[in-house]
């Protein structure tokens, strides 16, 4: 009996204090403001929304909006459930939420069917159970493609900066043409690699790389197979050029086919020496390797991007007694051809063989660029590094992606 | 010496073949500890909570398979029993046969329903362009599935529109195609990546570590056993460590060797 | 016929380079949809060039066949490789290449058993001639020859679980060459091969490199 009378009356004490904590969740209190906006620099399908903290944030309480294609609702589609401690803008320093959404894809039929770009409203709720508190205002937009992105204005600048130098140096070195070229090695010794294959009667075998015609280092590599023909032509040799991509494959028989044309020799262009070896990376290097050895090439050049296959081609090779050039832009294959073949063309050196084999002033004016940029890129890292150091991010914020 | 030097080379395979068939018969195992990159991908993937989605771009083929077959079957166990969907897809032709039996294997083994809890929509020409594909509209990009079927009520796609409603993006790669996947996925689309390569193309990925276009990175065969230790279920790929550990030694040696022949020859170039 | 064969590829060129090269900066609906129509085009190339591929590869067999050169029974295996194959996977199991794929064909067979066997052989490959390669030409020439040795070494050790084993600072230092000055390499190359891929892109764009189209100017 006692102690039935002294719970009852300790709990006429704690009831005030229980209520208290009640009090605490009712009374929510909803953010003071509420934007909705387009989101810039996107494809018109995106809107942000962006209201300030509130201070009855918690990790109870969450955040709702609801989305309606009128002023006046319903707004019973969600579009957006997240925890009110979540999703702060950033370098707002938790003061504020930054979110965005796509509200086309919660109302695809009805914005399939208007013409124009519909209007969205928008209404954030702020949520604990069993309370519920709203905004007042209802924040609408209109989302709209962007034509520019503004995030890579500086990717854009240096876009034009860098063509507008390549193309300055192009029209430079029409009227200076003797522009300084260092010596590449792996360049100067296809003469001598095509002079060994004729000497002893054996052909030439010519390996792109395993991309395709979409990659820089292919189209290079086109360029090269163009000049070396020119000159397999001249001097009778056999040439062989194995191919895993068929669009290379065309444009490959039509380059050396117009080669074989220019040096004055159409009739020893034969169509089945430009041929598909297979269509897989492995299957191309079994192949490959077949040809080597059965048929003792004599000078094996290896131009373009490679993958794993190049160091068993290389070492193929090399064990038939062939001389070999490689140039690739791979830097993982990169160590493999330089133990094993006898020149390498390392990087961008690939790029310039077509400008080093023909001395072309046009060409020679875009690889003065392109050192022109190098220098300046480099000068940028030195002084970015030692600027950052020092706590001074300007460089570094210059060369942001965005 | 100079005979030593000029070695057949098959006496040299003879000696690989040795290094790689004794410690598979003799079987010893050694520790394995996990990286950082290949926690990345761990980490990512444990923090994702139940009915996330998982893309997994199984895009190796027949020769890659032992170092990615393994990756991609660790990653498959930690998403089913996580409770995440995953969907399969390739961009390597000769990949489609492996991607499909490793996802249907797992995925029975945990007792996942095709199409419910995960779906392989095969095989899709065009690489970057299947990408940005992708990125619009996945179902405009796949509209079957490998085995034919629609994929436009699916429930495993439920939510799902294009990639970037995708909660995180692995790629296996025996190729170029993670760089592809970086400039015309996660550039453009915006969504979290994580890459699996072979060794050769591991040296390759670190930039783009180091710049956090990847989350981790799962490197050769090691990267595959690092990811099994991790789900705590060791397979083909932990059993791999030995013979590869043995191998590397004996690289090693033969430089070593090389050198101290050459050496001794007094060669000068 | 050179207005065909020459003028009209450079303007294709001219106007397509510049364009896609803008839409990289347009966020905007319609350069989404442009992007979406030259992939498709794309994809649609792509898919035809592959007869193109298929035409050379059974010519230049056929070719060998018949003219009965040297290893010319080879040749026979690329027929009956590609026949047995498309044979089989037309024939899916009894159900024929109009319904779905079925499990369990002669085509899965084939292709565990023989294409990844055949695959994974050529691909191990690489581990002989790594060793062969690594006895013959790996040498202290020169100081700095002696330097990528070291590192050689020291990451090839480090990277496998043994490396822990042999020295507990093994795997740290060759986390630290793959990360730092390996790094440092390969971003230098990537800016050079960037700047160049860039500079060629342009001269193929401004018609000034055409060696792609065939043969000289």
Not at chain 2, 78 to 99: D, Q, R, S, W, Y
Request: net charge neutral; proline share 4%; aromatic share 12%.
């Amino acid at each position: 009996m006692y102690k039935i009378f002294l719970t009852f009356i300790l709990s006429i004490f704690l009831l005030p204090y229980s209520s208290t904590f009640a009090v605490e969740v009712d009374m929510l209190i909803p953010p003071s403001d509420f934007q909705a906006f387009d989101t810039p620099n996107d494809n018109g399908k995106s809107v942000s929304l962006r209201w300030p903290s509130s201070l009855s944030e918690s990790t109870e309480a969450e955040y709702v909006v609801y989305a309606s294609l009128r002023k006046n609702g319903p707004f019973t589609t969600e579009v957006l459930r997240i925890n009110s401690k979540t999703m702060y803008e950033e370098g707002s320093d938790s003061n504020f939420h930054y979110m965005e959404i796509k509200p086309g894809k919660f109302f695809k039929k009805e914005s399939d069917n208007t013409d124009g770009k519909p209007s969205y409203f928008f209404k954030l709720v702020m949520m604990a159970n069993p309370e519920n508190v709203a905004v007042e205002n209802i924040a609408s937009v209109t989302p709209k493609g962007n034509w520019f992105n503004w995030k890579k204005l500086n990717n854009f600048i240096i876009l034009i900066a860098f063509s507008a130098l390549v193309l300055w140096f192009i029209e430079h070195a029409k009227k200076n043409p003797n522009l300084y070229l260092r010596k590449i090695s792996g360049l100067d010794a296809i003469d001598d690699a095509l002079g060994r294959a004729t000497e002893m009667g054996k052909p030439v075998l010519y390996v792109h790389g395993l991309n395709g015609m979409g990659s820089i280092s292919t189209i290079a590599a086109v360029n090269i197979l163009g000049r070396i023909a020119i000159r397999v032509a001249e001097y009778d040799t056999t040439l062989k050029v194995s191919n895993i991509d068929p669009i290379v494959l065309s444009v490959s028989q039509e380059v050396v086919k117009e080669s074989y044309l220019e040096a004055g020799r159409p009739d020893a262009y034969v169509e089945d020496n430009v041929f598909m070896a297979a269509s897989e990376q492995f299957p191309y290097v079994a192949a490959v390797s077949g040809i080597m050895i059965r048929e003792k090439t004599a000078a094996n050049f290896f131009m373009g991007y490679f993958y794993a296959e190049s160091l068993i081609l290389a070492e193929t090779g090399a064990a038939t007694g062939a001389i070999q050039i490689a140039a690739t832009d791979s830097y993982t294959q990169l160590p493999f051809f330089i133990t094993t073949c006898d020149y390498t063309l390392i990087g961008e050196e690939l790029y310039a063989a077509s400008a080093y084999l023909s001395r072309e002033p046009l060409l020679l004016g875009s690889l003065r660029a392109q050192d022109i940029a190098k220098g300046i890129i480099i000068t940028a890292l030195v002084l970015g590094a030692a600027l950052a150091t020092v706590g001074i991010g300007f460089i570094s914020f210059l060369f942001k992606a965005g | 010496m100079e005979r030593l030097l000029r070695v057949d080379r098959r006496i040299l395979f003879a000696f690989v073949a040795a290094a790689v068939t004794i410690p598979l018969l003799i079987k010893f195992d050694l520790p394995v500890i996990a990286t950082k990159e290949v926690k990345g991908i761990y980490n990512k993937i444990e923090s994702l909570p139940e009915g996330s989605h998982v893309l997994i771009a199984f895009d190796y083929d027949p020769a890659s398979k032992e170092e990615l077959q393994p990756m991609a079957i660790a990653l498959l166990h930690h998403c089913f029993k996580n409770n995440i969907k995953v969907i399969g897809m390739t961009l390597n032709p000769g990949g489609t046969g492996l991607a499909d039996s490793a996802i249907t294997e797992v995925g029975n083994e945990y007792g996942r329903k095709y199409k419910e809890d995960y779906v392989f929509l095969g095989y899709k020409t065009g690489v970057e362009l299947v990408m940005i594909n992708m990125g619009e509209n996945i179902y405009s990009a796949f509209p079957k599935d490998f085995k034919g079927n629609a994929t436009t009520d699916m429930p495993a796609l439920k939510d799902v529109q294009s990639l970037q409603d995708f909660d995180f993006v692995v790629d296996l790669a025996s190729g170029s195609s993670i760089e592809a996947w970086i400039a015309f996925g996660k550039e453009k689309y915006n969504f979290d990546l994580g890459a699996g390569c072979t060794a050769v193309i591991g040296p390759d990925m670190y930039p783009f570590l180091q710049s956090k276009q990847i989350e981790g990175l799962m490197s050769g065969l090691k990267g595959a056993a690092e990811y099994e230790t991790l789900i705590e279920r060791k397979s083909s790929a932990v059993a791999g460590m030995s013979p590869q550990s043995v191998v590397h030694v004996l690289v090693v040696l033969f430089v070593i060797f090389g050198n101290f022949l050459y050496f001794m020859t007094g060669r000068k170039k | 016929m050179n207005f065909f064969k020459r003028t009209i590829p450079l303007i294709i060129a001219f106007i397509m380079g510049i364009m896609m090269a803008f839409q990289y900066y347009v966020p905007h609906e319609a350069s989404q949809s442009l992007l979406k129509v030259v992939t498709r085009w794309g994809i649609t190339i792509a898919g035809f060039a592959v007869f193109i591929g298929a035409y050379s590869l059974f010519h230049l067999h056929w070719n060998k066949i018949k003219r009965k050169v040297p290893g010319w029974g080879y040749s026979n295996f690329v027929f009956f490789g590609a026949g047995i194959t498309v044979i089989f996977g037309l024939y899916n199991g009894g159900e024929f290449f109009l319904h779905d794929k079925q499990e369990g064909t002669m085509f899965d067979w084939m292709y565990f058993n023989v294409q990844v066997p055949a695959g994974a052989t050529m691909f191990s490959i690489l581990a002989f001639f790594m060793a062969s390669a690594a006895y013959r030409t790996f040498r202290a020439r020169t100081s700095e020859a002696t330097i990528l040795l070291v590192a050689a070494v020291i990451v090839m050790l480090g990277r496998v679980p043994v490396g822990a084993l042999i020295w507990e600072f093994l795997p740290p230092i060759a986390d630290w060459i793959m990360s730092v000055p390996n790094m440092a390499a390969k971003r230098g190359i990537l800016i050079g091969v960037s700047i160049g891929a860039i500079a060629t892109s342009l001269r193929i764009i401004f018609g000034i490199e055409r060696a792609y189209l065939g043969g000289g100017d």
